[in-house]
């Protein structure tokens, strides 16, 4: 291959320069019909133009030397020709380390009068997938990284390669895929296809590897959920070979012994968050993926996990409902939104994590659930994270039972029974909400009709949660708190004032416009438990 497909590239800006979504749509696929241009925006022309000042001036100080030659890299140019927006700017150096042409930069900058930034330099770190030094500094209130084209070699018991500097051809290949591996040479405006499947697979929604997939991912398994992850992200159909090799033993085995868990999570999180979250589920599972990245307990009693594929259907209806508006516009907007992308991701990741919902497994000399074990161990999850997913799944029956209590009778149930059940929940309750409705629609065999009624049962659940005045019920506190409690009863404060407070709580919640006096009462009428009396 003696040169890359190269094509055109513009630098006038456009008032609207790119469309917010991220689909395979009519609209992208007319930007790569015929030669397709990359549209640089102000700054991005500012910073080009800067960057070629810079390597003038290199060349004019060391003629003896070889012209530097800069490319951006990888994501900016395959979201740029998609119409997308994209505000990572990396920029591959050849001839120079990057973190000295950074030097240079940041001098230039200084010299023509603008306000010197500090260069920062980011060692390797393979763990994060940072294989070679780069550095970083801002130009225009942009952030730029800067790094060499690298070759790279592996062996066998490791995804940390052998770096070395390399061609374009050898960067591109070793990238993870061919829609990844594109230039934009800002020496002449081209965007280079080294690989010279890119851009093609570009216009047809092709994910593949630019090498042979099977040597690709034991190299680097973490490239397999790339794969999953862009595939899902762009709706792009991962090509055969590709497709075969994903799901192999011997790369699920490398998988499993090569990528640090860290990885993992971060992979299904961006996953979980992207456009397209229940494809990339249906990925993990086709190719007999989901046991590896979603990996059990070892002590954990496999007999007590879901199929699989349940992650796959409770995930379709976790998405349905959000996109149900009769069920989403009855939960309180200024705790809950359909369309924000935290609670999406939230909910994806319980369904994702949902065949372990029923199962327990010994953590020390503690049972727990074992999604809290997965959701902790095998993705390395976020405390936050793992508490949300493991409360969603205790969560979702009890609201089921009530919501179905309410439909049948709603007099029989008292306010201070939903109202406990909504501090439980605190602020989480609108997405339990929105969880159990899931559940039961997964397991209504009546599809159509039976989510009618499925939404129809938990849009009286919210309409209750209102109509009682108990949206914000977590947020209520005792009337009389335990050291009032403890003197009112004669007794010390301790284990029993806690069940006091919580008959306190009851009795607040059934008298909602009681004062703190007839709460006194109370609690002197009432006097201990029965039981410590």
Request: hydrophobic content about 40%.
């Amino acid at each position: 291959m003696d040169r890359p497909d190269q094509l055109a590239a513009t630098n006038e800006s456009q008032s609207n320069e790119t469309p917010s979504n991220e689909s395979n749509s009519n609209d992208t696929l007319r930007l790569l019909n015929g030669p397709p241009t990359i549209t640089l925006t102000p700054t991005e022309a500012q910073i080009c133009t800067l960057l070629q000042d810079v390597v003038s001036s290199i060349y004019q100080a060391q003629p003896s030397n070889p012209p530097l030659v800069l490319r951006i890299a990888g994501g900016w140019v395959r979201d740029k020709l998609l119409g997308l927006p994209s505000h990572d700017i990396d920029i591959a150096v050849d001839h120079m380390s990057g973190y000295d042409l950074a030097q240079h930069v940041a001098q230039h900058l200084e010299t023509s009068g603008q306000a010197p930034r500090s260069v920062a330099k980011i060692a390797s770190n393979p763990e994060r997938s940072k294989h070679l030094e780069t550095a970083t500094t801002v130009i225009l209130g942009q952030a730029v990284d800067f790094v060499n084209l690298r070759s790279e070699t592996y062996n066998a018991d490791s995804r940390i390669p052998h770096i070395t500097y390399g061609t374009p051809l050898e960067d591109a290949m070793r990238r993870d895929i061919t829609i990844n591996a594109l230039f934009y040479n800002i020496s002449d405006n081209q965007v280079e296809d080294w690989t010279q499947r890119g851009l093609d697979d570009l216009r047809s929604g092709v994910v593949r590897t630019p090498m042979e997939p099977q040597r690709t991912f034991e190299d680097d398994p973490l490239r397999v959920l790339r794969v999953v992850r862009f595939a899902s992200r762009f709706g792009y159909t991962v090509d055969e070979p590709t497709a075969q090799a994903l799901g192999c033993e011997e790369v699920r085995r490398a998988l499993d012994a090569k990528i640090s868990r860290e990885r993992v999570g971060a992979e299904v999180a961006l996953m979980a968050s992207g456009p397209r979250p229940l494809m990339a589920v249906r990925l993990l599972i086709a190719h007999a993926l989901y046991p590896v990245v979603f990996r059990s307990p070892a002590a954990l009693d496999s007999s007590s996990v879901l199929p699989v594929h349940v992650a796959e259907q409770l995930t379709h209806e976790v998405l349905a409902m959000l996109d149900t508006p009769e069920l989403v516009d009855r939960l309180p907007m200024h705790i809950f939104s359909a369309d924000s992308t935290e609670t999406r991701r939230l909910l994806v990741l319980a369904a994702y994590l949902h065949p372990y919902h029923a199962s327990l497994v010994t953590d020390g000399k503690r049972q727990v659930p074992a999604a809290l074990v997965v959701m902790r161990d095998a993705l390395k999850m976020s405390n936050h994270d793992t508490d949300t997913v493991v409360a969603l799944h205790a969560l979702a029956s009890h609201v089921a039972s009530t919501a179905a209590s309410l439909l049948d009778s709603p007099t029989e149930v008292s306010r201070s029974h939903l109202g406990l059940e909504i501090r439980r929940a605190a602020r989480l309750w609108p997405l339990a909400v929105v969880y159990a409705a899931a559940l039961d629609s997964m397991n209504t065999s009546d599809a159509a009709a039976g989510k009618d009624k499925v939404v129809a049962k938990y849009v009286a659940y919210a309409e209750h949660v209102e109509s009682r005045g108990l949206v914000q019920a977590y947020e209520v506190k005792h009337l009389v708190d335990g050291k009032r409690a403890a003197s009112i009863l004669g007794v010390r404060p301790g284990p029993v004032i806690k069940r006091v407070l919580e008959q306190v709580m009851v009795w607040q919640l059934d008298h909602p416009e009681g004062s703190r006096e007839q709460c006194e009462a109370f609690v002197r009428d009432a006097g201990l438990p029965s039981d410590t009396a």
